[in-house]
């Protein structure tokens, strides 16, 4: 239906990365399942279901041992596939956990020519990434952390990491990159414990950067959810203090390995609640799927799992506006919420009337103790919209 005057509904900013559909599908006990592809390969792979962007590492385009005349190659047919593809790139970043040099860490090794290594890799690959028009950099610090804590002091690893990421600032600064630096969280794996378990402790680091305006975060579902958390609040934390910068969406169940499983296949709920977050805040940067095809597929599974990805993306918001359209849900939430001008006023302004104001009053603490809240009510209504019965 044709609908003029009405502004058409901005298309998500789906990208998955040329590690993620590329995946060969080897795992800790078995060989790869699937021959691998080259990255123009991936780029016609991604434009055939429908992507909009793909983000990259420095050695998913060029591998490590390159030549420059080979680099130079791969990286013109590739920027030719963008352009025939009409993809994007909106982010890049560094390999710093393959090599076995970071086998102890990239930044925050206790070997000082490993950090200035891992420092000149990262300052090539942020060259290679505002080249192809990435504007986030992430860094996610696989191999920062430890088996043992006898070796390292976990403090030098935030100060090592903070004169890095100060350092990177300055170099995108310097060369008018206009980056916006995404740091990313996980607690483990590949390491035993790795620095910067969460999300929230990233956000507290940013503060005591150089640039902390230039740096955000990269939260992904699968990392806080498997150590047990609730990934949609660490979102929220990121949102509210403006620093959501990018997201990778995937699926995990808790207390199992690294399963990078397709967007809202393993927890629904948390998926419709974190698509609600993203769409309550606005949120308007990447939808980068950071996750891979079961092992048993080949490339049309792989096709079958990027386009699971973005559907489930697309239906949660239809879920959505029908959760918000809802007349029973949105009664519900009006006796959830409860509004009293002065009292919010009163808590939200301190003075020493306030004080004394606050201090009189009386409070039916048991009616209110006692007052239903249809929270039941509520989230069945939820779990019906989801499933697909309302
Ligand atoms: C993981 C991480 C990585 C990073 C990627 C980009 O668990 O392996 O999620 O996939 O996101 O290296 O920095
Ligand atoms: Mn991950
Ligand atoms: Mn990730």
Redesign the pocket.
């Known amino acids: 239906m044709a609908r003029k005057n009405s502004t058409a509904p901005v298309a998500e900013k789906f990208t998955f990365?040329l590690?993620?559909v590329g995946n060969i599908g080897r795992d800790p006990f078995g060989l790869p399942v699937r021959q691998p592809l080259t990255a123009v390969q991936i780029l016609k792979l991604l434009a055939e279901v429908g992507a909009y962007g793909v983000?990259l590492?420095d050695n998913d385009l060029v591998p490590i041992d390159a030549t420059p005349a080979r680099a130079k190659r791969l990286i013109g047919d590739f920027k030719k596939a963008l352009s025939d593809t009409g993809l994007v790139v909106p982010m890049a970043?560094?390999?710093l956990?393959s090599e076995p040099i970071f086998k102890d860490g990239a930044f925050t090794s206790a070997d000082v020519r490993v950090r200035a290594y891992a420092m000149q890799k990262t300052l090539r690959a942020m060259d290679l990434g505002a080249e192809l028009g990435a504007k986030i950099y992430?860094?996610?610090g696989?191999r920062e952390g430890a088996e043992s804590d006898a070796a390292k002091d976990p403090t030098a690893g935030i100060q090592r990491l903070r004169e890095a990421i100060n350092f990177f600032c300055q170099y995108s600064i310097d060369n008018n990159y206009g980056f916006r630096l995404a740091l990313?969280a996980?607690p483990n794996?590949?390491r035993g414990h790795i620095y910067f378990a969460t999300t929230a402790n990233y956000l507290a680091f940013i503060e005591t950067l150089d640039y902390p305006e230039m740096v955000g975060v990269?939260p992904?579902v699968?990392?806080e959810s498997m150590a047990g958390l609730n990934f949609v609040h660490h979102v929220a934390q990121a949102l509210e203090a403006g620093k959501l910068f990018h997201i990778?969406l995937?699926d995990q169940e808790p207390g199992r390995y690294?399963q990078?499983f397709r967007f809202g296949s393993a927890n629904i709920k948390q998926a419709f609640f974190l698509v609600k977050l993203l769409i309550d805040h606005g949120y308007d940067g990447p939808l980068h799927f950071?996750a891979h095809a079961y092992r048993t597929e080949d490339y049309e599974g792989v096709k079958d799992f990027a386009r699971g990805c973005m559907m489930t993306y697309r239906l949660l918001k239809e879920k959505v506006a029908r959760w918000r359209a809802d007349k029973e849900i949105q009664g519900l939430l009006q006796h959830i919420h409860v509004h009293d001008d002065e009292l919010e006023s009163l808590c939200a302004n301190y003075s020493s009337e306030a004080v004394r104001k606050l201090k009189d009053r009386k409070f039916d603490i048991r009616a209110l103790g006692e007052r239903g809240l249809a929270y039941e009510r509520l989230d069945q209504l939820t779990m019906e919209i989801i499933m697909g019965v309302r």
């Open positions: 990365g590690w993620t983000n590492h970043t560094t390999n956990f992430v860094f996610w696989g990313e996980k794996e590949p990269n992904e699968a990392h990778d995937n690294d990078d950071d």
